[in-house]
C-alpha cells in the first residue's frame, strides 16, 4: 500500500475535474489532509476518510461521500431489487421506479423507493430519456455497492 499527500497543485487539478464530471466548486480544501492510496485500488482520502475512488481512470465518489453530501442524479429502485443491487448486480430497467435527468455515461445513485438510502454508485448505459422509453435489459452499471471492498476500505 502507498500513501501519497497531495499537494496544492494536485488538489486544484482534482477540484477541477470535480468541477468538470460532477459541477463541485472548490469541493476539497486545501487545508484538509488530502491523500492518494494506492493499494488494490486507488483511492483519495479527505482527513482519513475514503471520498473517491477511481475507476477506468475516472474519479467516483464513493457511497460514504453521498450519504453524507448528495450531488449525484438518482435512480430510484423497487425494493425486491435492492438484495441484488446490494450484492452488486447492475441494475435492470423493470425494478426502477423513479429516474432524475442525466447523459449516458454519467455517474449516478441508486436509492431505494422505501428510505430513499444510497446503495450503490452505478454509470448510465443511456441517457434517462432512453432509459424511460426501454422496458426490459441492463441500464445501470453497478461501480460500487454498499458492503464492497471500496466501502470497507
Same mark, same amino acid.
Do not use: C
Given at each position: 500500500? %502507498?500513501?501519497?499527500? /497531495? ?6 487539478? /482534482? ?6 464530471? !460532477? ?9 484538509? %489532509?488530502?491523500?492518494?492510496?494506492? +493499494?488494490?485500488? %486507488? /483511492? ?6 475514503? !471520498? ?5 481512470? =475516472? ?8 450519504? =453524507? ?8 429502485? +423497487?425494493?425486491?431489487? &435492492? ?6 448486480? +447492475? ?5 426502477? %421506479? ?12 441508486? &436509492? ?5 438510502? #444510497? ?8 441517457? #434517462?430519456?432512453?432509459?424511460? +422509453? ?15 471492498? &471500496?466501502?470497507?476500505?
Amino acid at each position: 500500500m %502507498k500513501n501519497k499527500h /497531495l499537494s496544492n497543485k494536485e488538489i486544484k487539478q /482534482l477540484n477541477q475535474q470535480l468541477k468538470e464530471f !460532477y459541477n463541485l466548486d472548490n469541493f476539497l480544501n486545501k487545508k484538509d %489532509k488530502t491523500e492518494l492510496i494506492e +493499494d488494490e485500488f %486507488k /483511492l483519495i482520502t479527505v482527513n482519513n476518510e475514503v !471520498y473517491f475512488f477511481y475507476h477506468e481512470e =475516472k474519479l467516483i465518489p464513493t457511497l460514504k461521500l453521498i450519504i =453524507k453530501n448528495t450531488f449525484l442524479p438518482k435512480i430510484i429502485i +423497487d425494493m425486491p431489487a &435492492v438484495k441484488f443491487i446490494a450484492n452488486g448486480a +447492475d441494475v435492470m430497467r423493470p425494478g426502477i %421506479k423513479g429516474i432524475d435527468t442525466f447523459e449516458k455515461d454519467q455517474i449516478i445513485v441508486i &436509492v431505494d423507493e422505501t428510505h430513499q438510502k #444510497s446503495l450503490a454508485i452505478g454509470q448510465a448505459l443511456f441517457n #434517462s430519456k432512453e432509459i424511460k +422509453d426501454l422496458e426490459t435489459g441492463k441500464v445501470i452499471k453497478n461501480l460500487h455497492y454498499v458492503g464492497d471492498k &471500496v466501502w470497507n476500505y
